[in-house]
């Protein structure tokens, strides 16, 4: 069994990406003793460092890198090793110009910048395997090495390429995947458009054509280009389990939504030891922690529940969006602790010392081009100090209340062309769910549609437009068997090739809905429609409506305009032990939280009313003990009614009864008993 924690690591993980090939090695002893005053205790390096590691084809440069380790271990840092496989040398692509991936347009991307790889590459391939050699070998058994790096963020900044050795690759993939041509032919349906293939080699990626292509064909060229990029990490993983046992292998995912739409993190997780993740506030104007939580929920969701670790975020702003507000004082700390009570080992940068050239010299840092005299330096030394005072908390898992279901592939099917409306995206309905359920003061795991969600009393499917059978028959004895099920419009509509099911929509969840879908009647931009309940209440729906026709469903909501006036729009199914409720329009926040109330009470979930908005509570639970994080993101001070008496961790005082949480604060109690 390979260990799943960085080795050595004794607390929990603080630091960042450590880049000092930037810097005279001068600044390396300013580094370190800057390191110790903030309680650093895991540091990433080497993830872009191949140029400097192989200057020359096979020469290789080991001196810094040793020099470098010695010097962190020196100083009781642990080390995130890289293998640096994103960036080969420009001397690589001058040897091997077909390793730079090409685009669907057939342009080919240039050596300048980063992670322009073509993953079917063969040179590519053995190049990369010869520097994990190196460095595995070399480092092995360093006394500083915690964990391995593999490569970085897997999906960007290219998330396929379509270069003939893609194609060639493809077709070895399809011919692994179906056996035949046949079956080729069949499951993408090239009967429509006379697009059928007489034989293997005839099939392509899929390039730019006249109009749209076979979607059978794309969303199994995602499928394909994700599990090659999969190949190469397993390939480097294993080379690194081989010949450095004992030390786990990473490679830092970004599952916030927004971020990565190329990878399908519930294959990758079970590839590495240890889930990490790196996040970036998205800031649109949006509520930046909801999404942050979502992001934090659904990594430890692809760890299986196991504890994760946030290897990247942000001390301040960013460099990549159009407008990159600075973090407010106390936002990093709510940040970086607000991914730790959703399981994170501990909280890491991008990046420790701010550059002064490169592409990214205006993305904040822990040391700031101001230096320690700054705001971001002091809040930095404090979070360390906070981390240091949560130790304890290392192993214990986060419990949700709630399971949402969300599959990349059925994403990636939705996003295809030419569905009822291109105003319906199964992300806005993921965030907007989500957000309902924050705002509901519940934790939510994401689940994958065929697993086990026997252990959650209410499961919500927010857009899940591919449903394999398996997936519709697990959800309906999940109802079956005692469950609440939430399903939002167009959900099960289509199995694993995209093709729809047989007969009345939604073909894999009509049975668990009691109900058929006749018709979608998409809205027009602007357009909305009102839905009136057994009260009279209304609420308000856009972008889509349906012709729902009940079977042994009852309708509760009613379209009350629109073009399915008259009909229902919400319906409430009973099925053996459980409910499953039914919304055949798109709710907006207001509509989302009725409903979502009518089915937390159906559920049985008690609920925390008492918590105002924006107050964040979420409990990890563990050998050591039970721990009640209270994030305050409002600018009021607030009390928290404690279930037990317990310590606050971050000031060593005793909670009894009420916790008081002052505006913009994080508390963390250890609850006794
Ligand atoms: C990503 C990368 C880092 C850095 C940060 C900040 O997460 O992994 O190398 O570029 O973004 O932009
Ligand atoms: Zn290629």
Request: net charge negative; aromatic share 10%; glycine share 8%.
């Amino acid at each position: 069994m390979p260990e799943t924690a960085p080795k050595g690591l004794t607390r929990l993980a603080f630091g960042g990406d450590y880049n000092p090939e930037q810097w005279p090695e001068s600044v390396w002893q300013e580094d370190v003793r800057l390191m110790r005053e903030a309680g650093v205790t895991l540091v990433s390096v080497g993830i872009f460092s191949w140029a400097l590691l192989e200057p020359e084809p096979g020469v290789y440069d080991f001196g810094w890198l040793d020099r470098l380790l010695d010097l962190l271990h020196d100083n009781g840092v642990r080390v995130d090793l890289g293998t640096p496989t994103v960036v080969p040398p420009a001397w690589f692509y001058r040897a091997h110009p077909d390793a730079l991936p090409v685009t669907a347009d057939g342009v080919r991307y240039a050596f300048g910048s980063r992670g322009a790889i073509c993953h079917s590459n063969a040179d590519y391939r053995a190049a990369a395997a010869r520097i994990t050699t190196e460095l595995a070998e070399r480092y092995a058994s360093h006394p500083a090495l915690a964990m391995w790096h593999v490569h970085n963020e897997y999906g960007v900044p290219v998330s396929a390429c379509y270069c003939d050795s893609c194609a060639a690759h493809f077709r070895r993939w399809l011919r692994t995947t179906y056996g035949t041509v046949e079956a080729v032919n069949e499951a993408w349906g090239t009967a429509f458009w006379g697009q059928r293939y007489a034989d293997l080699e005839q099939i392509t990626p899929p390039r730019t054509a006249p109009t749209v292509g076979n979607p059978g064909q794309a969303l199994d060229y995602k499928r394909f280009a994700d599990a090659t990029m999969r190949e190469n990490f397993v390939m480097e993983r294993d080379i690194l389990h081989r010949l450095s046992p004992g030390v786990p292998v990473t490679t830092n995912f970004m599952t916030a939504l927004s971020q990565c739409d190329s990878v399908d993190y519930w294959a990758w997780g079970r590839e590495v030891d240890l889930v990490t993740n790196d996040h970036y506030l998205i800031t649109d104007g949006r509520r930046t922690h909801v999404n942050l939580a979502m992001a934090a929920d659904l990594t430890r969701s692809v760890a299986g529940g196991a504890p994760w670790l946030l290897l990247e975020h942000s001390t301040s702003g960013v460099n990549w969006q159009p407008r990159n507000p600075a973090k407010t004082p106390g936002q990093m700390a709510r940040n970086s602790l607000a991914h730790v009570a959703r399981g994170s080992e501990g909280a890491l940068f991008f990046q420790w010392r701010q550059s002064r050239r490169g592409a990214e010299k205006f993305h904040s840092a822990m040391v700031p081009h101001g230096g320690t005299d700054t705001r971001v330096w002091r809040e930095v030394v404090e979070l360390g100090a906070s981390l240091d005072a949560l130790s304890e908390i290392r192993g214990t898992r986060t419990r949700a209340d709630v399971a949402v279901l969300w599959d990349w592939h059925s994403w990636w099917a939705q996003n295809l062309q030419w569905r009822p409306s291109e105003d319906h995206d199964a992300r806005e309905r993921a965030d907007a769910f989500y957000a309902a359920l924050y705002d509901h003061h519940l934790t939510v795991d994401f689940a994958h549609p065929e697993a086990d969600l026997s252990a959650y009393p209410l499961v919500v499917v927010p857009a899940l437009y591919l449903m394999t059978e398996a997936a519709g028959r697990n959800v309906e004895r999940y109802v079956e068997n005692g469950g609440t099920l939430v399903v939002s419009y167009f959900s099960g509509i289509v199995d694993e090739h995209d093709a729809v099911h047989e007969g009345a929509h939604p073909g894999a969840l009509r049975n668990v809905l009691g109900l058929t879908v006749e018709e979608f009647s998409p809205l027009l931009q602007g357009q909305s429609v009102r839905i009136t309940g057994p009260d009279g209440s209304a609420l308000t729906g856009d972008v889509w409506t349906e012709f729902v026709v009940p079977r042994d469903a009852e309708p509760v909501w009613t379209y009350a305009d629109g073009p399915t006036a008259g009909r229902p729009a919400v319906t409430r199914h009973r099925l053996g032990e459980g409910t499953a409720w039914y919304v055949s329009t798109r709710l907006d926040a207001q509509g989302l939280d009725v409903l979502l109330g009518c089915a937390v009470e159906d559920a049985g979930i008690a609920g925390r009313a008492d918590l105002p908005r924006d107050v964040e509570v979420v409990r990890r639970t563990g050998e050591s003990g039970t721990y009640l994080f209270a994030i305050n993101h409002t600018a009021s001070d607030v009390k928290v009614a404690l279930e037990a008496d317990g310590t606050e961790l971050l000031t060593g005082e005793r909670a009894a009864g009420r916790l008081a949480l002052p505006a913009g604060a994080v508390r963390v109690v250890r609850l006794h008993g």
